[in-house]
């Protein structure tokens, strides 16, 4: 083996290692912008739109990453500098995103003289530290009530760690939408903002639900304290997140494919619960699972049964395990994914196309059942329409790719399964086997059937332009996969290349090299 590439392969590990780690979160901050309304204390929030990359289709507030020249902001009556530079990001990123100045000094500016102070800084020409000195307004800390600090979980290929801040909205500043980060939002009574979030109207991240929630309880002195009641408010890991009421992703380390590190187990139901896909082999893992369901039972709540969307070890490794701690526990899976666990797992109950599962409690919840082959055989999603909510096992994930192998999966059964998750009446989250859930559901449907056509239409011109084989296939249409990935695509080619051959649009010759008709 040669030098290089001996440094090459140790390069190509290195990557493969930091990409199956999870991502540093970046530092940043929001606002939870207020005011007094007729019917109680009120919030600015808006939706996030569709195409984001971050929680796309969740409802936020304003805020982003930290800025270089934030640290040379001056903040009045602060403390120290780290927390006075999250205060200025927080108050540039409320400027540039609805226009509101929460400094001292602003209220003596009319609306133009405003607009073109953010016009000189959204248009660059100065940074927010010297555009404050040049037109004598001052940050003071006593308008930025600390609201805590929440860290993004590790199976969020974004990640942030963000400093709340609670401001009231300066008199004669209105806020409005200025950037297209947002798609629809504004003022909404805080208690009303929560009660949405109970009906499954809109989807927000736990941090944002906390925040409607406790400044529904009122602005008063006890804010910060009621802000910090909850640990995850204090940098602690946020390990239970309900993205809709009766919806608990329990991220679980599991030694699954990069770039994710965990796979997401899910507690659904008010009071009667099931748990979908206890997958992590781990045991130091398996008892924050094991924890949450003994508090769960300890309320008076009712383990139903485990639910397996399909039979991969990532999504089945805990099963066991949770069997032991629970005795009595039933496992429900489809047959095929049965078969597939024979002598591993046992599966008591099968679930068929169609079947429901009704789970008592305020909410209840009304999941139903579907076949949706593709990424395997027996791969199951589960649907409640009143939630607008769709498990997706691992058909749709919210980070990587889904792998469609063809021993157990099938091109065509997949696009098929995806179009039935199309035509489903009405969907405010998809809950994947991987990362976060997504708010953006039909978008995030159209970009996989689309991602899957374009795969099909790039593999296609390959053959036409002579590659033959999956693996000249590969390199051929597979130029933004890393070389480490090769053999795995080579593998999703071949799945491709069979659904082309039953179309009729490549043939296979004796020695299996396949062509095409130009
Ligand atoms: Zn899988």
């Known amino acids: 083996m040669s030098e290089a590439s001996t440094v090459q392969d140790a390069q190509s590990e290195k990557a493969e290692a930091q990409a199956s780690r999870p991502a540093v979160p970046k530092d940043a901050a929001a606002v939870v912008l207020v005011r007094e309304g007729a019917g109680g204390p009120e919030v600015f929030w808006a939706r996030r739109g569709a195409a984001l990359a971050f929680q796309p289709g969740f409802y936020a507030f304003p805020g982003g990453q930290r800025d270089e020249a934030d640290a040379e902001v001056e903040v009045e009556n602060g403390a120290e500098r780290e927390s006075a530079t999250m205060l200025a990001c927080a108050a540039r990123e409320l400027f540039e995103e609805l226009g509101v100045l929460a400094a001292r000094g602003a209220e003596s500016l009319t609306k133009g003289q405003l607009a073109s102070v953010l016009d000189d800084l959204t248009s660059g020409r100065m940074t927010f530290a010297a555009l404050l000195k040049h037109y004598g307004l001052k940050l003071d800390a006593r308008d930025f009530t600390f609201a805590g600090r929440w860290v993004t979980p590790p199976f969020s290929p974004r990640r942030f760690d963000t400093h709340f801040f609670v401001v009231r909205c300066p008199r004669k500043q209105e806020p409005r939408l200025l ?11 805080a208690s009303e903002a929560y009660e949405r979030w109970r009906r499954f109207e809109l989807m927000a991240a736990p941090p944002v639900i906390h925040a409607v929630r406790t400044v529904a309880g009122g602005l008063g002195e006890d804010l910060t304290e009621r802000f910090l009641s909850v640990p995850q408010a204090s940098r602690e890991q946020v390990r239970r997140i309900e993205f809709l009421p009766g919806f608990v992703c329990v991220p679980l380390r599991t030694p699954t494919k990069p770039p994710a590190t965990t796979t997401n187990c899910y507690v659904v139901g008010t009071r009667d619960f099931v748990v979908f896909d206890p997958g992590s082999p781990y045991e130091d893992e398996q008892q924050v699972l094991a924890e949450f369901v003994r508090e769960l039972l300890d309320a008076g709540r009712r383990f139903r049964e485990v639910i397996l969307t399909h039979h991969h070890p990532d999504h089945v490794g805990g099963v066991e395990s949770l069997r032991g701690q629970f005795g009595g526990l039933k ?10 666990l024979e002598g591993r797992v046992r599966v008591d109950r099968f679930i068929e196309d169609g079947d429901v599962i009704s789970l008592e409690g305020d909410p209840s919840i009304r999941l139903r059942a579907m076949h949706t082959p593709g990424h395997t ?4 999603s589960f649907y409640d329409e009143r939630a607008g909510a769709l498990l997706t096992g691992d058909n749709i994930v919210g980070v990587g790719s889904v792998l469609i192998d063809p021993e157990e999966g099938s091109v065509r059964d997949y696009l098929a399964s995806l179009e039935r998750y199309r035509q489903l009446p009405r969907l405010v989250a998809l809950f994947g086997g991987h990362g976060p859930a997504v ?8 970009e996989y059937v689309g991602h899957r056509l374009k795969r099909e239409r790039e593999i296609l011109s390959a053959v036409r332009a002579g590659a033959a084989t999956p693996e000249e296939v590969v390199a051929r249409a597979y130029t933004d996969v890393h070389p480490k990935m090769h ?3 080579a593998r999703a080619v071949v799945a491709h290349l069979l659904k082309l051959e039953e179309d009729g649009l490549v043939r296979r ?6 062509t095409a008709d130009a």
């Open 377 to 380: 055989r027996g791969h199951l």
């Open 331 to 340: 496992v429900a899976a489809h047959r095929l994914t049965a078969e597939a």
């Open 179 to 189: 950037t297209a980060e947002f798609d629809e939002g504004g003022w909404e009574r």
């Open 509 to 514: 010759d004796a020695v299996g090299r396949f």
């Open 487 to 489: 053999a795995l695509a």
């Open 439 to 446: 708010g953006s559901p039909r978008a995030k449907v159209d």
